[in-house]
């Protein structure tokens, strides 16, 4: 997801050795200069931050650690722009958000992104089609929230601001957290646009409006964004397709140059691609340095504890089962894409493209093991000890593969308790470490 951005400081950092003369530091900033503006971060931007790396840089001397917190600092300073940081909820619920954005920037997607946030984190969502500009709109939203399975208020014989009012209604009425109201776009900004947003804010009267820019679309996002801030007035900005803007510069563009937070970064296809954007954070990951405190955020929301607690007896135990097994891919599809989990760890960001492709429902492995797992008993799926040749081969029958491949998932499934069994300790924890550090160095994981 931020690949270039942090290709950008990572390189300028190995310019700079551990004592190191000036010269180092002006080979390091003008390698660091040349290539933030290949990843589309403005002009003036970059000329202010390598200004400020430099003097910090210099002021607590020369070295790869002092260059490398010089940055963070910079860029933190870069993108704390006074305003809310994720989700905030009104005193008195329900709490109302206008969202806005051009045709085209993922904004009814985003919409529904948004919806499945809140709804994991359980709350009571009401998405509100207001988008009767664009064809098929409110039949994308619908199809959106029978997926996340939230509800929809839509009406296209109505006029936005007639929607909106009764939407709000029933919500009240109802007892809503959270109001989502998608709104119109246009391929450009225009009066028309403009006066239909003027009037549904009228009518909502929104805690927050958020605008919702796309990515891809470089330094236009930032104009266009700063344009919505002048005439309808923006509370935050969530970047979608962020997934697909391998430069990045984006980011650092919006909060420097529209000075409005960055709420939240749209980082994959899936309705669980979303992620709070925290400044500190999303720094350390600039760095390459991972984010583990979103990762654990990210899968509390997710995970029981109750269950978890559960789960770590049975796996040190030995008793981990494939009944066990689906429930956590289930938990895990919840989480997002693997692209965007491998990003949020130290050290596997770049590993990142490399998973970029795989997906829990469609991959060609899982599908197997599903069909497999779905042709045992309810006794094989609870004690896979119980599966004698005669019981594989019936299974190789009732899943549609080969007793072979049977039996390297078996084996695959086998060795995997084993080594969850051996990490659950403490002591098997410090082993895991010196593994991940092992795998860190050489850059990739072992087949």
């Not at 080969?402 to 403490?426: C, D, H, P, T, Y």
């Amino acid at each position: 997801m931020f690949n270039t951005l942090t290709d950008s400081f990572t390189t300028a950092i190995r310019k700079i050795r551990f004592h190191d003369d000036e010269k180092a530091l002006t080979k390091a900033l003008n390698e660091l200069k040349k290539s933030l503006l290949k990843a589309d971060v403005h002009h003036k931007v970059v000329k202010d931050l390598i200004r400020d790396v430099e003097i910090k840089t210099k002021a607590d001397g020369i070295g790869k650690d002092q260059f490398l917190n010089a940055m963070r600092v910079v860029v933190n300073n870069i993108l704390s722009v006074d305003g809310h940081s994720g989700f905030v909820f009104a005193s008195t619920p329900p709490t109302v958000i206008l969202m806005t954005g051009l045709q085209g920037s993922g904004k009814t997607t985003t919409t529904g992104k948004l919806a499945a946030y809140l709804k994991v984190r359980k709350k009571k969502v009401l998405m509100v089609a207001g988008d009767l500009q664009r064809l098929a709109a409110v039949e994308q939203l619908r199809q959106i929230g029978e997926k996340i399975e939230v509800d929809v208020f839509a009406d296209e014989s109505k006029k936005p601001t007639q929607i909106v009012k009764e939407a709000l209604k029933k919500a009240k009425d109802n007892l809503y957290d959270v109001v989502l109201i998608d709104t119109a776009g246009r391929l450009a900004i225009d009066e028309e646009l403009m006066n239909e947003l003027h009037d549904v804010k009228k009518v909502a009267n929104p805690d927050e409006v958020f605008y919702v820019a796309d990515s891809l679309t470089g330094q236009d996002a930032v104009r266009t964004a700063t344009s919505f801030k002048e005439k309808i007035g923006i509370d935050g900005v969530i970047l979608s397709k962020y997934d697909g803007d391998s430069k990045g510069g984006v980011a650092l563009g919006i909060a420097s140059q529209v000075n409005v937070p960055l709420r939240f970064i749209g980082n994959g296809e899936k309705m669980e691609d979303l992620e709070v954007f925290i400044n500190d954070r999303i720094v350390n990951r600039l760095m390459g340095l991972g984010d583990i405190e979103g990762l654990a955020e990210k899968t509390s929301a997710i995970i029981d504890e109750k269950q978890a607690k559960k789960l770590t007896q049975k796996i040190k135990k030995g008793e981990f089962n494939f009944n066990d097994f689906l429930e956590q891919m289930e938990s895990m599809k919840k989480l997002g894409s693997m692209k965007s989990l491998m990003g949020m760890i130290p050290g596997m960001g770049k590993m990142a493209d490399a998973v970029k492709d795989m997906d829990l429902d469609n991959s060609k492995e899982i599908n197997q093991i599903k069909a497999l797992v779905g042709s045992m008993t309810l006794k094989e799926r609870e004690t896979p000890s119980l599966l004698n040749n005669s019981r594989k081969q019936r299974l190789a029958k009732g899943c549609g593969m080969s007793q072979v491949e049977v039996n390297r998932i078996l084996k695959q499934f086998k060795n995997a308790s084993k080594m969850a069994k051996k990490f659950s300790g403490k002591k098997g924890m410090k082993d895991l470490q010196a593994m991940m550090g092992q795998m860190q160095g050489a850059g990739s994981f072992p087949r």
